[in-house]
T-cell receptor, first 117, second 110 residues
Framework: GAGVSQSPSNKVTEKGKDVELRCDPI?????LYWYRQSLGQGLEFLIY????????KSGLPSDRFSAERTGGSVSTLTIQRTQQEDSAVYLC???????????????FGQGTRLTVV | QKEVEQDPGPLSVPEGAIVSLNCTYS??????FMWYRQYSRKGPELLMY????GNKEDGRFTAQVDKSSKYISLFIRDSQPSDSATYLC??????????FGSGTKLNVKP
């Protein structure tokens, strides 16, 4: 596709259940980010993948959160035993270094709105 | 201390006002500075980009970087209701990951 695609766009789950959120980055983008955005906290970094390097997991809030990126493309964010405080919009971004301009631009998906009831 | 600090707002201004949005940062290695705009229920999109210090103007928008103070600003002149959105600053050093501010919510009242 032309942009970053996230699915599902909305997810309602019961407390204690596991959820999987999917991100399809722009083809050829080597870097992929997951963020969480809530009214009270703003945009929070979760995890960063860059090529074949070990992911930067420093933003994951607890061991209930994990993410993987298969084949350097699609990524899945998994939240186990969901809690009500996990309710937020989860955003994925991929990035490309613009050689013509000398900077890196991030492109975001529309997000997955997660509601834990 | 977070790498990038941004006042969450919300900031409410009347139409036509000059808006100033700001971020501070701690990493002196940052060289690329960006502002993203996010409309409600949408993903953020790149609004402006600046390399190193100085000013950059694009229509009603001016981005300013002061590396000596580790401070960046976005000014919006003659603000319009359509400018109502969340504005996020972002920065990076060459070939390294982005660091985003938490975002400032702006409301421009007609």
């Amino acid at each position: 596709g032309a942009g970053v695609s996230q699915s599902p766009s909305n997810k309602v789950t019961e407390k204690g259940k596991d959820v999987e959120l999917r991100c399809d980055p722009i083809s050829g983008h080597t870097a992929l980010y997951w963020y969480r955005q809530s009214l009270g906290q703003g945009l929070e970094f979760l995890i960063y993948f860059q090529g074949n390097s070990a992911p930067d997991k420093s933003g994951l809030p607890s061991d209930r959160f994990s993410a993987e990126r298969t084949g350097g493309s699609v990524s899945t964010l998994t939240i186990q035993r969901t809690q009500q405080e996990d309710s937020a919009v989860y955003l994925c971004a991929s990035s490309l270094f613009r050689r013509d301009r000398g900077y890196t631009e991030a492109f975001f998906g529309q997000g997955t709105r997660l509601t834990v009831v | 201390q977070k790498e990038v600090e941004q006042d969450p707002g919300p900031l409410s201004v009347p139409e036509g006002a000059i808006v100033s949005l700001n971020c501070t940062y701690s990493n002196s290695a940052f060289q690329y500075f960006m502002w993203y705009r996010q409309y409600s229920r949408k993903g953020p999109e790149l609004l402006m980009y600046t390399y190193s210090s100085g000013n950059k103007e694009d229509g009603r928008f001016t981005a300013q970087v002061d590396k000596s103070s580790k401070y960046i600003s976005l000014f919006i002149r003659d603000s319009q209701p359509s400018d109502s959105a969340t504005y996020l600053c972002a920065m990076s050093s060459p070939f390294n990951k982005f660091y985003f501010g938490s975002g400032t919510k702006l409301n421009v009242k007609p």
